[in-house]
């Protein structure tokens, strides 16, 4: 079943500018994760947060993790129009490699050249 | 890095024939795959876990008769779906993890249309 939602569901904007989506789970985590799907393509691992971890940055990408609220962030900065794409947030439960992902409802972006 | 590869991308069957899409991990080895099944501009919804030599583990509301998975070895998940019929029309992804990696690996995924 699905944990997160994300919100917003859509966002759109200029090119240059900053995009923020925001990830809320409701059950304990081991890591969160970010993924970026292009339409109709597989997933494709943006970057990964622990539990005890509360900021990771990767490129212009920057996440946060707040445990106590069950939330994260990813921010993508001066964003550029091949990041048009929808991104999931999904978090797993266990430490083991056979523990599924759960994905967020996700968030589509627009970056309008 | 890792590559999950899945075979078709597309397919188009008439209703009440079986499809078959395999998932492949193509430099590593998976005890364990994923599928996954997105309707359009909705998310991923965990179907099952294949486990390499038993039988797969199904998500509540998947009917294990319906969506047939084998995992015939170490690199190679096969998912059949019985009966096709056109609410079986989806996105199907299948992600394998990589041994001590925490991330997953996600094919490319199929597309199935039922008429």
């Known amino acids: 079943s699905q944990q997160g939602e994300e919100d917003p569901q859509a966002l759109s904007i200029q090119e240059g500018e900053n995009a923020t989506m925001n990830c809320s789970y409701k059950t304990s985590i081991n890591n969160l994760q970010w993924y970026r799907q292009n339409s109709g393509r597989g997933l494709v691992h943006l970057i990964l947060?622990?539990?005890?971890?509360r900021e990771k940055h990767s490129g212009r990408l920057r996440v946060t993790l707040d445990t106590s609220k069950k939330s994260s962030s990813l921010l993508i900065t001066a964003s550029r129009a091949a990041d048009t794409a929808s991104y999931f947030c999904?978090?797993?439960?266990?430490?083991?490699?056979?523990?599924?992902?759960?994905f967020g409802k996700g968030t589509r972006l627009s970056v309008i050249a | 890095g890792a590559v999950v590869s899945q075979h078709p991308s597309r397919v188009i069957c008439k209703s009440g024939t079986s499809v078959k899409i395999e998932c492949r991990s193509l430099d590593f080895q998976a005890t364990t795959m994923f599928w996954y099944r997105q309707f359009p501009k909705k998310s991923l919804m965990l179907m099952a876990t294949s486990n390499e030599g038993s039988k797969a583990t199904y998500e509540q509301g998947v009917e294990k008769d319906k969506f047939l998975i084998n995992h015939a070895s170490l690199t190679l998940s096969t998912l059949t779906v019985t009966s096709a019929h056109p609410e079986d029309s989806s996105f199907y992804i299948c992600s394998a993890p990589h041994s001590y990696e925490e991330t997953q690996y996600f094919g490319p995924g199929t597309r199935l249309l039922v008429l």
């Open positions: 947060i622990r539990s005890n971890e």
């Open positions: 999904a978090t797993k439960g266990g430490f083991s490699g056979n523990t599924p992902l759960v």
